[in-house]
C-alpha cells in the first residue's frame, strides 16, 4: 500500500459545487423526483446554510443528503468524497483522519457508512455463470488484539464462504464472502465435512442466481497453496486485514470482507460505483454499527427540583 503522504499528495481536490453534482446525478439519476408526490420540478432554497429542494407541486422539502448514506452528516461533502477515494487503497480509519483532517471517531463512521453502502448494493447482485466455491475459516491465533479472548475460549475460527463467478478466462467477474455465522450467512449445524457441505449449499441457496444449475459450479478443496482464483482471492484478504488493521474481530468481519470484494473486482470503475451506491442507499447510524450497550441500564430522570415554600407575610 502506498506510503500516506504519497496518498495525501495524489488525493483529488474537490469542490463542494463538483461533489454536490455527483451526489446529485447519484441520487436522482432521472433528474430531480419529490420523495413525497414524485413531481419533477423544485424550487432551490437555502435554510440556515442548507441547499434545500423544495417541490412546486406540494411544498415538500428534502435536501440533497436526505434517503442517502451521508444523511445527517455535518463532514463537508468534500471529505466524504476524499474517502471515497481512498477506499481503493483500504485504508484505515487512523490513516484516513489524518489524511483528510478529521477526528478517528468521524473517519470510522464515514468508513463504516461506505462500507454499509457496498454491503447493500451486494445484497441485489447475485453470483451467476460459472462458480467456483471454497469453504474456508478466519482464524484470530495470530492477532494481537485478541490474545486475550481466544484465551478465554470466548474466540473461534470464523467459517467463511467464498463464492466467485468467473470468465471465460478464469478471471473473477464477481466476489462474495460470506460469514457462516454472520448477518449475511446461514450457520449450519454439525462439524467438519457435512459443516462445511451445508454451509455451501446455503451460500448457494441465498447468494447464487436462480439459474445456476447444479453442473455449473465447483467446490474447491480448501489448501493454503491452492492456485485457484478463490484461493488467491482469500489470502489477500486475510493478509489485507492482518496488515492493515492487525486482524478484525466478528462483530464487524462481514463489512470488511464486502468492502474487499467490492475494491477486488471493480477496478477503474469503482469511484463511480461507490459514488452511486451512497446516493441510493439509506444511512444507518453509529448506534445501528455499534449495536446497544450491554450492561448498562438506562437511567430513568425522576429527580425533580423541591418546590419552593412559600411564606405569607400578613
Not at 447519484?26 to 419533477?40: E, I, L, T, V, Y
Not at 477506499?87 to 484505515?92: A, F, L
Not at 453442473?215 to 489477500?236: C, D
Request: net charge positive; with cysteine; proline share 5%.
Amino acid at each position: 500500500m502506498p506510503g500516506r503522504f504519497s496518498i495525501r499528495d495524489s488525493l483529488p481536490q474537490y469542490t463542494e459545487e463538483e461533489c454536490a453534482d455527483a451526489l446529485f446525478a447519484a441520487k436522482w439519476p432521472d433528474g430531480f423526483r419529490c420523495p413525497r408526490c414524485a413531481h419533477s420540478r423544485p424550487y432551490e432554497v437555502s435554510s440556515r446554510g442548507r441547499r434545500l429542494f423544495e417541490c412546486r407541486s406540494c411544498s415538500h422539502q428534502t435536501s440533497l443528503t436526505a434517503g442517502t448514506v451521508l444523511e445527517g452528516t455535518r463532514t463537508p461533502l468534500t471529505k466524504w468524497f476524499q474517502a471515497m477515494y481512498l477506499m481503493q487503497y483500504g485504508i484505515s480509519a487512523v490513516l484516513l483522519a489524518e489524511i483528510i483532517y478529521v477526528t478517528y471517531k468521524t473517519a470510522w463512521l464515514i468508513n463504516h457508512k461506505l462500507r454499509h453502502a457496498v454491503g447493500e448494493r451486494d445484497r441485489v447482485i447475485p453470483l451467476e455463470g460459472s462458480l467456483q466455491l471454497l469453504g474456508e475459516y478466519y482464524g484470530y491465533d495470530y492477532h494481537r488484539y485478541f490474545s486475550d479472548r481466544l484465551a478465554h475460549g470466548e474466540l473461534k475460527p470464523q467459517p467463511i464462504v467464498v463464492g466467485a463467478s468467473l470468465d471465460e478466462t478464469g478471471d473473477i467477474v464477481h466476489l462474495k464472502m460470506k460469514a457462516v455465522d454472520g448477518p449475511e450467512g446461514n450457520a449450519a449445524p454439525g462439524s467438519g465435512d457435512s459443516e462445511d457441505e451445508e454451509a455451501i449449499e446455503l451460500f448457494v441457496q441465498k447468494h447464487t442466481s436462480a439459474g445456476v444449475a447444479p453442473g455449473q459450479w465447483e467446490v474447491l478443496e480448501r489448501s493454503h497453496r491452492g492456485r485457484k482464483a478463490p484461493h488467491h482471492a482469500w489470502r489477500e484478504v486475510v493478509r489485507w486485514l492482518a496488515w492493515t488493521f492487525g486482524g478484525i474481530g466478528p462483530k464487524h468481519l462481514q463489512a470488511y470482507l464486502n468492502e474487499f470484494c467490492f475494491r477486488r473486482v471493480r477496478g477503474s470503475s469503482m469511484l463511480a460505483e461507490l459514488i452511486d451506491c451512497c446516493g441510493t442507499t439509506d444511512t444507518i447510524t453509529y448506534r445501528g454499527l455499534v449495536g446497544a450497550r450491554s450492561g448498562i441500564r438506562p437511567i430513568r430522570w425522576t429527580f425533580r427540583r423541591p418546590a419552593r415554600s412559600k411564606r405569607y407575610v400578613g
